[in-house]
């Protein structure tokens, strides 16, 4: 496989669903060895509970084309996808997920329409198999993220994904702790499309973005990518200090119309409430942004390897 260039890499971050693995395995290959004529499967552990390595361990024995990689620990989504992508060798990436939701079956139109000229080809999602509740909040979180990062962001599009190389290196060039993979990859432009599928029902498993978690990712997202909170928050404040300050002159009036109108503690404790929200408030916004600021200041690494395997590597006694 190392003769030749690699056409297309897949890159795969895997947690929560060993059992798709091998389906998910066949079906790649079936796919990408009728479409190009060199391609490798990176499959990334971001240290799954359940036994997920095993699996990736017996694929990258049976398979030349595919490549192990597990973490150290559990470094979320975003950071297994950049560590796929840093050891991508393609020509071309793709970046799916590992439970079939994607179907591999939809590589091929997106490869051709990436063809046509394009460095970055989404998959937009149609008839999406998930409940409800996590399409109305995944609507309402692109609805505000889209607001507050003055940027259009389509909720139908994930991380299904094909990229140029030229596209994948200028997403690589950026080394932000905080990175979603589609919001990145859509701020570093050039020629963008977009090719509708079908989502199939999860092989296995389930959705491990609970509530808090995607609360999480949009404070992060959105601190990482906007500075538009600052600017609500400082609108916020002086607003509520406007409206502070004639309820404090439409009190003193009401004082001279009519001396039996209370002034004491009731006001007063309100106006405590009132001014200690609004710098509760701001406080916390600045703070999100110092934080950031703080993380990105001890330039820690995004990840960190604990083993990087391939059946390649082996058979040269190059393995990690």
Known sequence: MSAHPIDISVVVPVYGCPGALPELHRRLTDTLSGLVDAYEIILVDDRCPKGSWGVVQELLRSDPHVRGVRLARNFGQARAITAGLDRARGQWAVVMDCDCQDPPEAIAPLYAKAREGYDVVFARRVGRKDSQGTLALSRAFYRVYSYLAETPVDPTVGNFSIVSRRALDAY????????????????????????????????????????????????????????????????????????????????????FVDQNVPMGWPSMVASVFLVGGIIVTVMGVVGIYVGNTFAEARNRPLYLVEEDASLEDDASGEGS
């Open 172 to 255: 690589l060039s950026m080394r932000e702790q905080g990175r979603d993979y589609s919001l990145f990859m859509t701020w570093v432009g050039f020629e963008q499309a977009f090719v509708d599928i079908r989502s199939e029902e999860r092989f296995e498993g389930k959705s491990s973005y609970t509530f808090g978690k995607k609360m999480s990712l949009a404070i992060e997202s959105i601190t990482a990518h906007s500075n538009k909170p600052l600017t609500m928050a400082v609108k916020f404040g002086f607003i509520m200090a406007l409206l502070a300050f004639i309820m404090l002159v439409v009190l003193v009036i009401q004082h």
